[in-house]
C-alpha cells in the first residue's frame, strides 16, 4: 500500500472512532518530552485525536486519552515518564482511561520491556515510524480492549497529509527531514529515528503556502540533521527537482519568496554540512533570520573527534568567521555537552575557549548521559558526576555573564520585531520576539499581535529587553 492510500485509511478510521466517541464529551492529554521534532509530531497527534471527538485537557484526572511523546536523548525524561506513569495507574482503573505511549524511547527494547513489567496497564505502545496508525491502534483499542504494541525498527516512509492542530496561530514548524546518519557516538537518535529521510520540496512548500494563507507568520524548518535535506534519493517517481529546489540552500530562496511569511528560522544544521550555498542564502533571503543554531558540543578537538563530528575547535572557528564575514548582523546559538567521556580539564578549557571567543547569543547547556547502544557508552573515562556538575556550573556561569554583556549591546539600538500576543503575566505589555529571538516587551493598549514592528530598546533584563514602538509595519 502506497503512503496516500494509507493516511487514506487512516483517516477512515478515525471516522469510525468518532462515530463511537458521538455524544460522550470525552478528553484526552498529552504530555511531549524532548525536542521541537517531538512537538511538532505531538501536534500531529491532536491533530489526529482531536478529529476523533476528544477535547483537551491539561488535568489527567479528568482524561479519557492519555498520550506521552517520549523523548530518550538524555535520562532525565525517562525519569520524568516513569514518574507520571506511576501516578496514572489509579486514575486509569477509576476512569477506564486508554493509555497511549509514543515516540523515540518506545524505539528502545529494554525500555518496552520495562514497560510491559512494570506498568502492564499501558494499552499501546507506538514508535517513531508508526505515529500515522495511531487511529488504527485506538480503534483496536475501543473494539478489542487488548493491550497493543505497534513498533517498527525499519525507517519509516514519509507520510503526508496527517490532520494537525498546531500550538500558535503565528508560528508553525514544518519538518522537512527525518532521522539522521551522523552517529555522533553521545547520541541515540540515529538508533530510534532511523536514516535520513528528505520530505519532498512540493509538500513542504504547499504546506507553508497554506500556513500563510491561514495568517501564520513565522516558519520553523525542522530537522535533525536540517541542512543535510537532501539526496533526494527517495522521490525517483516525483522528479529530483521542483521549483528549483533540490538543496537546503534552495529549499531556504524557494520558502523566502511566500507571501505572508515574514520570518523563516530553522534547528539544527549541522556544522560539517554547513555549505557555502547555505550560507549565502541565509544573507541573500531577508525573511531568513540571522540568528542561526550551530551545535558546537565541544571546544576540544581531542573530544569533538571521539564524538564523531568530524570538525575541529580549529574548523568550526573558521566557520564562524566565514558566516560573519558573509552574513551582516549574525547572532549564533549553541548546543555544549559537558563531561562526555575523556573530557580533561584542559578540554574543557577549549570548551570555554571557544564559548570566549564565539559569543553565542544563547547557549543549551547539556551534562552528558550516557545513553545505553551508543559508543559512548563502551567508552572507557567516564566523567564522575561531581566533576560533570562543576564544569557544568562554570559553563553557565561563563554563558550568563556574556548574555548579560550581549544585552546591554542592544539597548538605544532599533529592532524588528514580530510580537506574539499580550504578555502572559500582564495585561497591559506585549511580547515580541527580535531577528536573534531575544524576547522583547511593550507597553501597549492597541491589539498589535502578529505585526512585524520597529521598536527601540530602552532596557534590558537577564532574560527580557523592554522597548518602544518607533514605527508600525505594514501588515
Ligand atoms: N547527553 C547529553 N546531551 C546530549 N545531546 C544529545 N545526546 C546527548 C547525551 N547523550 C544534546 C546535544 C544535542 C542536543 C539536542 O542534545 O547537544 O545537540
Ligand atoms: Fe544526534 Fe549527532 Fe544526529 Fe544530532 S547530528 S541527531 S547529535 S547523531
Redesign the pocket.
Known amino acids: 500500500m502506497d503512503t496516500l492510500q494509507e493516511i487514506e485509511k487512516q483517516k477512515e478510521y478515525i471516522n469510525q472512532i468518532k462515530k463511537i466517541n458521538e455524544n460522550k464529551s470525552l478528553k484526552y492529554t498529552i504530555l511531549t518530552f524532548?525536542?521541537q521534532l517531538n512537538e511538532n509530531d505531538s501536534e500531529k497527534i491532536c491533530g489526529m485525536v482531536e478529529e476523533m471527538g476528544y477535547k483537551y485537557t491539561d488535568n489527567f484526572k479528568e482524561a479519557n486519552l492519555a498520550i506521552f511523546n517520549t523523548c530518550c536523548?538524555?535520562?532525565n525524561a525517562e525519569d520524568r515518564l516513569f514518574g507520571k506513569l506511576g501516578e496514572l495507574k489509579r486514575i486509569k482503573e477509576e476512569n477506564n482511561m486508554i493509555i497511549a505511549i509514543g515516540g523515540c524511547m518506545m524505539q528502545e527494547k529494554h525500555i518496552i520491556e520495562k514497560i510491559h513489567e512494570s506498568y502492564p496497564f499501558v494499552d499501546i505502545i507506538f514508535g517513531t515510524h508508526t505515529l500515522h496508525k495511531l487511529p488504527e491502534d485506538i480503534l483496536k483499542i475501543l473494539v478489542n480492549h487488548k493491550k497493543l504494541q505497534d513498533v517498527i525498527d525499519i525507517d519509516g516512509k514519509v507520510y503526508e497529509g496527517l490532520p494537525i492542530k498546531r500550538e500558535s496561530n503565528l508560528k508553525a514548524s514544518v519538518t522537512i527531514m527525518y532521522g539522521c546518519n551522523n552517529f555522533?557516538t553521545?547520541?541515540?537518535?540515529p538508533y530510534v529515528r532511523g536514516r535520513e529521510r528528505s520530505r519532498h520540496p512540493k509538500d513542504i512548500l504547499e504546506e507553508i503556502e497554506g500556513l500563510a494563507k491561514e495568517g501564520y507568520k513565522e516558519i520553523t524548518l525542522l530537522g535533525q540533521n536540517v541542512n543535510s535535506y537532501l539526496v533526494a534519493e527517495n522521490w525517483q517517481n516525483l522528479g529530483k527537482s521542483y521549483r528549483g529546489v533540490n538543496s537546503f540552500a534552495t529549499l531556504l530562496r524557494e520558502v523566502n519568496k511566500i507571501q505572508g511569511i515574514e520570518r523563516i528560522r530553522f534547528v539544527?544544521p549541522h556544522p560539517k554540512d554547513f555549505t557555502d550555498d547555505v550560507i549565502e542564502a541565509i544573507a541573500d533571503c531577508e525573511k531568513v533570520c540571522k540568528l542561526v543554531h550551530l551545535?558546537l558540543?565541544s571546544g576540544s578537538s581531542k573530544v569533538l573527534k571521539s564524538m564523531n563530528r568530524k570538525y575541529t575547535k580549529k574548523q568550526y572557528l573558521d566557520l564562524v568567521e566565514k558566516m560573519r564575514a558573509k552574513i551582516p548582523n549574525l547572532t549564533l546559538s549553541t548546543?555544549?555537552?559537558?563531561g562526555?567521556a575523556g573530557e580533561t580539564e584542559e578540554d574543557f578549557e577549549d570548551t570555554l575557549d571557544v564559548v570566549r571567543k564565539v559569543g553565542f547569543e544563547q547557549v543549551?547547556m547539556?551534562?552528558?548521559?550516557?545513553?545505553e547502544g551508543?559508543p559512548?557508552a563502551k567508552m572507557e573515562n567516564q566523567i564522575p558526576d561531581n566533576i560533570k556538575h562543576k564544569r557544568f556550573d562554570r559553563l553557565k556561569e561563563l554563558v550568563e555573564s556574556q548574555i548579560e554583556e550581549d544585552n546591554k549591546k542592544y539597548i538605544g539600538t532599533v529592532q524588528e520585531i514580530l510580537v506574539e500576543g499580550k504578555s502572559k503575566n500582564n495585561e497591559n505589555t506585549y511580547t515580541g520576539r527580535t531577528d536573534s529571538n531575544k524576547v522583547v516587551i511593550l507597553d501597549e493598549t492597541e491589539d498589535i499581535t502578529g505585526k512585524l514592528i520597529k521598536v527601540k530598546i530602552v532596557s534590558e533584563h537577564m532574560w527580557y529587553l523592554k522597548g518602544t514602538i518607533i514605527r508600525r509595519g505594514e501588515n
Open positions: 524532548g525536542c536523548v538524555r535520562e555522533c553521545y547520541c541515540i537518535v539544527s551545535p558540543q548546543d555544549i555537552i559537558v562526555f543549551y547539556f551534562i552528558y548521559s550516557i545513553r551508543t559512548g
